[in-house]
């Protein structure tokens, strides 16, 4: 039988248990490549050996670029020590040869071996790992230890280390910290970083942000028409933005009542709701110090790193609300459908169902993190959306690149349509000019045009031009037709069947921009576009 003995639980307080289960070697490839992706690095598999737990993948962002021997154990548990209840370890079963290579890399340059161990509880994942370096020329079944106070250190702040009795230092972490890992592994390894002597930054060093719960502005009043989750959709440029601008200046208009974000392809469920980060601390030097560049003065305080909860703008937002019932907040979420929206949302999801007052049916318990942030502010850890938090938002299905939303997800919110011409008489002035009729036309009447030449196509609406498509200063620039409305019109509407708009013995972007330049009519027959002005 097991003999238990110490576990970590979520929210990193410790209970005597048996060990968890081991986690399978395809998680622990699953868990490190998503680690990666959660801080927007781009990752390449290159190869996977199960039997000797070796995952080589390439990591880039930007231009920094990781090339990775991953070595990871899931035989991360208790040493079968009777004394030592609180020691975790991992076992180098496999002969050292198999890994001399790379265990014996100097982990300056592109290339860096990492030695991980696996901790799931909780449905919570922990990462501990040991520099190879000090694990040179084991013998068979060699030992990495590490400490379970590490581990919920992880849990619970998102980060811990432990020294062994060789001064050899393990770090502990969650999986979205692998990027900051590999690149600063000399120094997470070095030394114990947080000791008594450790400085918070001063007031000058860290940017000043106001109380999250404050309010500074009189109760205000919404439409009971308007929807609480809502949905604006519609073509590109038909004005969708500028309607929610206007009704959040209208009913929300104090800057501490509503917040924005921008969703895209990158876009992660820590950020939305909150996640641990990496910030800066400091501690008395006895010695200057001087910057990268061996020249700057850096003064006497030496930078550590230590981690702390930051949260997304939901959960900012959703803090205020619940401390101010008197007052409306919205959260304005542009191009929601470019994230996984669903993903994002999380177990915010079900917190989306209201009752007819408005307020969340459905109470979540949020993580262990978001939980510990709202007891600081005094508020319950089971949550339901209040009634008095407005989440709106818009999207257009028909952009490359945008991701569908399941039917359980739309059923939450309430769609409104923006007719293609809307907002039309806000352009009714605006002029485009056009190589081939020499002048310029006005930009309703040139869309109008287009617009029903593509629907006698079978276009959809969603891809046919809005007003606000373009703006009037691209439109007065002279190159705004060849520079962003054709490439439009060719690679997005007409993708696949170029010929349905335009005419040309090539109908690449490129051929049709050269002949646009010529002076040519590209377009095809039938296509009127009216009066010309030739002073354009």
Known sequence: MATPNYQAN?????????????????????MIISGFKQRQWDVEEKDHDEQKRLLRIKVTRGGVVFDLYIYTFSNFAWGNRASREYEKRIQLSRPYEEHKIQFEMDNVGEEKCLLLGSYRRDNKTVIS??????????GFSGACWS???????????????????????????????????????????????????????????????????KVDVLPNDVPANLPRNRILYGAPGTGKSHRLDGEVSDFFGGESLHERVTFHPDYTYGQFVGAYRPVPIY???????VAADKVTDAGRHEPLIDYTFVPG?????????????????????????????????????????????????????????????????????????????YLWATMNSADQGVMPLDAAFKRRWTFEYVPLNESQAVTAGWMIHLTFLGGRVPWNVFRAAINDHLRKGDI???????????RQEELESGQAFRNKLLLYLRDDVVRHNPEALFKGVSLSYGALADAYERGETIFAEGIDFGAVNQGG
């Not at 501690?283 to 110090?289: M, T, V």
């Not at 959809?460 to 373009?470: A, C, H, K, T, V």
């Open 10 to 30: 979520a929210d990193g307080t410790l209970v005597k248990e048996i060990d968890p289960p081991l986690m399978p070697f395809a998680d622990q490839r699953d």
């Open 129 to 138: 790992a040991w520099n190879p370096a000090f694990y040179r020329n084991h």
């Open 147 to 213: 400490d379970i106070h590490a581990v919920a250190s992880a849990m619970r702040t998102g980060f811990g280390q432990y020294k062994d009795s060789k001064g050899r230092v393990a770090c502990a972490f969650q999986p979205d910290f692998l990027a900051f890992y590999v690149e600063n592994m000399a120094y997470l390894h070095s030394g114990l970083l947080v000791e008594r002597e450790i400085e918070e930054p001063s007031p000058d060093e860290i940017e000043e942000v106001g109380p999250i719960d």
């Open 283 to 289: 501690r008395e030097s006895s010695g200057a110090l």
């Open 313 to 389: 703008p939901f959960l900012r937002l959703l803090v205020r609300a619940m401390k101010n019932p008197g007052h409306k907040f919205v959260l304005v979420i542009e191009e929601l459908n470019r994230a996984n929206a669903p993903a994002v949302f999380g177990e915010v999801f079900q917190l989306l169902d209201r009752d007819n007052k408005g307020l969340g049916k459905f109470p979540v318990t949020m993580p262990t993190e978001a939980r510990d942030y709202l007891r600081s502010h005094g508020l319950p850890v089971s949550v339901r959306l209040p009634e008095n938090l």
């Open 460 to 470: 959809p609406e969603d891809r046919l031009l809005g007003p606000f498509f373009m």
